[in-house]
């Protein structure tokens, strides 16, 4: 298994299409994640330069060829470097440290860059409560549908 950074191709935003749909219930509780993701990924937004309105960053893992997990980092234009992220593994490929090593790419970013990503955990995904704990996820708020927003702080801060 090899964790890359990427740019936007055609392959992985057919990955990011399947996730969406396979884990948006897990993910989010709201009926639009696979529209809001496309957004999300779509690829001038991706080609956007750190510091722009609108820039995404994406990392992925790789396995047999093709991509299995993604971890991503998007400007929504909140001030003060407070960006939005998703996360997902699928599910053959979970509890093998993948989302640790995207994990690990990401907030190195975003401490490098003086980043603080904030992230959603819907109710009941205990896998996703225990995964943001671990890295040191704060609780900030929980939004009306139930989901709980965490948020990282970066390390230099
Ligand atoms: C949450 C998710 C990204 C974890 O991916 P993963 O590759 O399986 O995670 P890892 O193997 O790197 O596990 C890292 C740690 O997270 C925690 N964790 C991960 N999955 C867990 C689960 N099902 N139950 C409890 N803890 C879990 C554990 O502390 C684990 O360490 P351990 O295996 O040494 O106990 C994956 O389950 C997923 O894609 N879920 C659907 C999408 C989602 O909910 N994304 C939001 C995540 S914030």
Not at 64 to 77: C, F, K, M, P, T
Not at 80 to 107: T, Y
Not at 144 to 155: A, C, D, K, L, Y
Request: glycine share 10%; charged share 25%; proline share 4%.
């Amino acid at each position: 298994m090899s964790v890359d950074l990427v740019e936007a191709t055609s392959e992985f935003l057919d990955h990011v299409e399947r996730v969406c749909v396979e884990n948006q219930t897990e993910r989010f509780a709201v009926d639009n994640a696979g529209e809001l993701f496309a957004r999300f990924y779509a690829p001038k937004r991706l080609a956007k330069r750190l510091g722009e309105p609108g820039w995404s960053r994406v990392w992925v893992a790789r396995a047999e060829g093709r991509i299995v997990a993604h971890a991503s980092l998007y400007d929504q234009g909140e001030p003060d470097g407070v960006v939005f992220g998703h996360i997902s593994v699928e599910r053959p490929w979970r509890r093998s440290g993948v989302a640790d090593a995207l994990q690990a790419e990401r907030l190195a970013f975003c401490d490098a860059h003086g980043l603080t990503l904030v992230g959603p955990i819907a109710p009941g995904n205990d896998a996703s409560a225990k995964f943001c704990g671990r890295w040191g996820f704060q609780v900030g708020w929980v939004d009306r549908v139930g989901n709980t927003w965490v948020f990282h702080s970066p390390q230099s801060a």
